[in-house]
């Protein structure tokens, strides 16, 4: 099967940027020609046959297919939240080939076995591509260390106990040690939960108005400065999940200042909004960590126009009605992100704060990079292509998500670009183009 | 005016003319419980669910008997008796209750904002009787009706404040309630109980408690919990009633008409001492009677005003 992807411009980062045409065989790219222009005498195949397909992407642009990599899957064990197929298909539609899927389901993805099956489920659903990460310690329970070995074997990509910080700082030394054998990246949940467990969003005006428990900065950036210390020691690859803290941001710019291998993500939601969303006991606003500050917000947004933060992952994280629909502190935290993250992001763009390159690399190109995966325009690649459509206008119904997870706080806003079409492998596995 | 609320659920919202408007009601509801027969046919009809997910001993019985003098018929719920033990959710609990028809609920609850998730919920009228750490409107009702009696005024007032802000719902409704009415509002206590931004809410932050009784009008002491000294708050008792305790050395300090009140309920010799507390400036027994009248006057007012009555 021959697929032409023509007109759009392809944005590559430190590849292409131009208006390009994309020949597909199968899996593979085949060819990336200037669009418009005569093929090259190479181009065999597309003299010999006339493609099976071709996507008009003028207007669009054409992408290395988008990786979440902070995605929380639920299957195993909390199906009614969401499966592997359905949070898959949302990749799909939010525009990400790929997502991490985080070990916190039931049981544990701690063990060859739940890897194993998360891979084999993901292979049936065909949606995005599933990249399991497992388990830093047995059960998250931070007492001992699980087979990294045999995981990473098994498919693991990165180990993390995220949901719940290691607070034994000795395991955390080991396991990074350990986990360096291996290639394997460990991305840590930074949070000293002395200072957060019991509290319900962030310290500040907002929290003491509305007579909520607050959360200090300091309970995140305190463990991320630990964590770099230990990058220091051990020579780790360590990667910071959800940055929401300012201190966080230069703690972490430091850190790679000094040429330690630390990477960082944020979340859309911590450039978007602030502390105030959680005004009138919104909790669909409850997350860990929790929006912070304005100021912090300014800092994120610079630590991503800087490039002290590496990737923007939304930290999907589908919860049911019986867990929302609740009093705000007996509510669960999180919220779901993978059908808003993208356009979220584009408005990034928009406001001037990254450019579209820069963006790309941030949801593309710097996950590979961390995973150790391929990401690339190119000849000879896997096709995993994401288009996008800067232009495409349109308001969040989350009733319409393909997520089982309703819980968003963008739900009615008005947004700015989205995925029009996910490729996989050469398949098209979310298409809004053909369909119109 | 009128007073058009369907609920009662925090200070916050209030406007210093709809305070006003409650304590005139309240002021008037007073003569009712003076009476040899202490009870008007106002309410007669209308059912009210005192809903309670937390121990109470003053705020329930003062809503009840509030309740019985307007001749409301009460119920009383608690959290023990309830099918909360039986995992049911607060919002089915109130949707069940709703379906018996009440005219208003009453609830205190340990987490803030559920009256807040129940207004939204039910059309049944939510006076909030205590949200975790948020408000205690009527609290803070009764509060303001019992200052302005004393002294005839609210405006211009120095009000202290004392104890552990951050964990006082009671706090944060009387910081809003004095500070609308044009009072000012001082607070004192150990820097670990004042939360982040209060002074946001329009009050000041004393360096010691002596600043805070410094020239002040009217002290509000508050209760002291003890399981405060495991999270670190404090170190003991002993060293809180010596740097941050109300005793006579201290009370020379306020104002020599200086009003000393409490919420309830008190531990002597922790953040009050006997004297002061049984002493000639307390009127702390003066703001439990004026809780049944700022309590009469809310139930009035959502269940008995115009808003209630059949166009028919």
């Avoid at chain 1, 990249?131 to 045999?150: H, M, Q």
């Avoid at chain 2, 104890?163 to 009671?170: A, C, E, K």
């Amino acid at each position: 099967m021959l697929t032409l992807i023509k007109k759009g411009r392809v944005v590559d980062p430190g590849n292409l940027d131009g208006i390009m045409d994309i020949l597909i065989d199968d899996d593979r790219i085949i060819e990336v020609v200037p669009s418009g222009k005569p093929v090259k005498s190479g181009s065999v195949l597309l003299k010999r046959r006339a493609p099976d397909r071709i996507i008009d992407a003028s207007g669009k642009i054409v992408a290395p297919g988008l990786i979440d990599m902070h995605v929380h899957l639920r299957e195993p064990g909390q199906e009614y939240k969401e499966t592997i197929e359905t949070g898959t298909l949302a990749a799909a539609c939010g525009g990400f080939t790929a997502v991490c899927a985080m070990p916190n389901t039931m049981p544990v993805n701690d063990n060859r076995q739940i890897t194993e099956y998360i891979l084999k489920r993901s292979r049936e659903a065909g949606n995005a591509i599933v990249y399991p990460v497992a388990a830093i310690s047995k059960g998250l329970e931070g007492k001992s260390l699980c087979e990294y070995g045999d995981l990473r074997e098994a498919g693991a990509i990165a180990i993390t106990d995220d949901g719940r910080p290691v607070s034994n700082s000795r395991l955390m030394r080991r396991a990074m040690e350990y986990a360096k054998g291996f290639g394997l990246p460990v991305i840590s949940h930074c949070e000293v939960s002395e200072l957060s467990s019991g509290c319900a969003m962030n310290e500040g005006i907002v929290a003491t108005r509305m007579g909520l428990s607050g959360i200090p900065n300091a309970a995140e950036s305190i463990m991320v400065m630990r964590d770099i210390a230990l990058c220091g020691l051990t020579g780790a690859h360590l990667h910071i999940a959800h940055v929401s803290a300012h201190e966080s941001v230069n703690a972490i710019r430091e850190a790679k200042r000094k040429g330690l291998p630390v990477t960082a993500e944020t979340a859309p939601h911590y450039f978007t909004l602030t502390d105030e969303a959680v005004s009138g006991y919104d909790t669909n606003a409850k997350m860990n960590p929790p929006l912070r500050s304005d100021f912090d917000r300014k800092a994120i947004l610079e630590g991503l126009a800087d490039g002290t933060i590496d990737v923007i992952a939304s930290d999907h994280a589908p919860h049911s009605s019986i867990e929302k629909d609740v009093e705000f502190d007996s509510a669960a935290n999180g919220i779901v992100g993978l059908e808003t993250s993208l356009s979220l992001s584009l408005k990034l763009v928009e406001d001037g704060v990254l450019d579209i390159s820069a963006l790309i690399e941030k949801m593309s190109k710097n996950p590979a990079r961390i995973l150790g995966i391929e990401r690339s325009i190119t000849a000879g690649s896997i096709a995993d292509i994401t288009i996008i459509d800067p232009d495409a206008v349109y308001i969040v119904d989350s009733a319409c998500f393909r997520s089982l997870g309703r819980n968003t706080p963008f739900n009615g806003w008005k947004m700015k670009g989205k995925a029009v079409l996910t490729m996989v492998g050469g398949k098209m596995v979310f298409d809004n183009i053909f369909r119109l | 005016m009128q007073f058009e609320r369907k609920d009662i659920l925090d200070i916050e919202s209030l406007s210093a003319e709809e305070i006003t408007f409650i304590l005139d009601t309240a002021d008037r509801m007073k003569e009712i419980s003076k009476r040899p027969v202490k009870k008007v046919p106002t309410l007669r009809g209308k059912t009210v669910v005192l809903f309670f997910y937390e121990p109470s001993t003053r705020t329930r019985s003062s809503f009840e008997i509030a309740a019985k003098r307007l001749s409301a018929d009460s119920i009383s719920i608690s959290s023990s008796s309830s099918s909360m033990v039986k995992g049911e959710t607060l919002a089915d609990t109130a949707r069940n209750l709703e379906a018996m028809n009440p005219d208003v609920i009453i609830l205190r609850h340990y987490s803030a904002g559920a009256p807040h998730m129940l207004a939204k919920l039910l059309k049944t009228s939510i006076i909030n009787a205590g949200d975790g750490m948020h408000e205690h409107p009527s609290q803070a009702l009764l509060d303001l009706m019992t200052v302005r009696e004393k002294k005839g005024y609210i405006r211009n007032l120095r009000v202290a404040i004392i104890g552990d802000i951050s964990h006082s719902r009671v706090a944060r409704s009387d910081i809003l309630g004095f500070t609308k009415m044009g009072a000012e509002v001082v607070l004192g206590g150990p820097f670990t109980m004042i939360p982040a931004g209060i002074e946001s809410l329009g009050a000041t932050v004393a360096g010691s408690s002596d600043d805070a009784v410094r020239g002040a009008d009217v002290i509000m002491m508050l209760r002291i919990q003890k399981e405060r000294q495991q999270s670190f708050l404090y170190p003991s008792d002993r060293e809180y009633s010596k740097v941050f305790g109300l005793n006579p050395e201290r009370l020379k300090k306020a104002k020599k008409d200086v009003l000393i009140m409490h919420p309830g309920p008190i531990n002597r010799g922790v953040e009050i001492s006997s004297e002061v507390a049984d002493g000639p400036y307390s009127i702390i027994l003066d703001q439990v009677t004026n809780g049944v009248s700022v309590r009469m006057a809310l139930l009035f007012l959502v269940a008995g005003g115009v808003r209630n009555v059949d166009a028919d």
